[in-house]
């Protein structure tokens, strides 16, 4: 069997890396899910139950909230900046976790999508 080249073994080490991230990442939001994610509903969205029906909805969720908790202006955007205060400081710090390892996930398998691309491996 032929050698692989240190490219190839670079964008396979990034598409598995990525690809083991996204899965840790559903771990976090089951996680999120059954643990924090109605209080969240509660307080932000005057317990309207919509991201904790099932889990394609609270991926989106996890995200959007991390998203309010993050910056003012998205917080402004969905009339929850005043009530982005009422949450506790390690539950909005378990929601950006999540946000910034799926964000750094994606990006792992799409560097790795792209170097193929380029390269034409």
């Not at 073994?9 to 924090?36: C, D, N, P, R």
């Not at 003012?72 to 539950?91: C, D, Q, T, W």
């Amino acid at each position: 069997m032929e050698e692989l080249s240190l490219l190839t073994k670079i964008v396979m080490f990034l598409g598995i890396a990525g690809g083991i991230g996204i899965f840790i990442w559903i771990g976090m939001v089951i996680y999120l899910k059954s643990k924090w994610l109605t209080l969240l509903e509660d307080i932000l969205d005057d317990g309207v139950r919509f991201y904790s029906l099932n889990i394609f909805f609270s991926g989106n969720g996890v995200l959007q909230y991390a998203t309010v908790f993050l910056w003012s202006f998205h917080a402004s955007r969905y009339g929850m900046l005043e009530k982005r205060n009422n949450v506790p400081k390690y539950i909005q710090k378990w929601f950006v976790f999540a946000f910034c390892w799926f964000m750094s996930s994606g990006a792992l398998m799409a560097a790795s999508a792209i170097i193929v691309k380029v390269y034409d491996l």
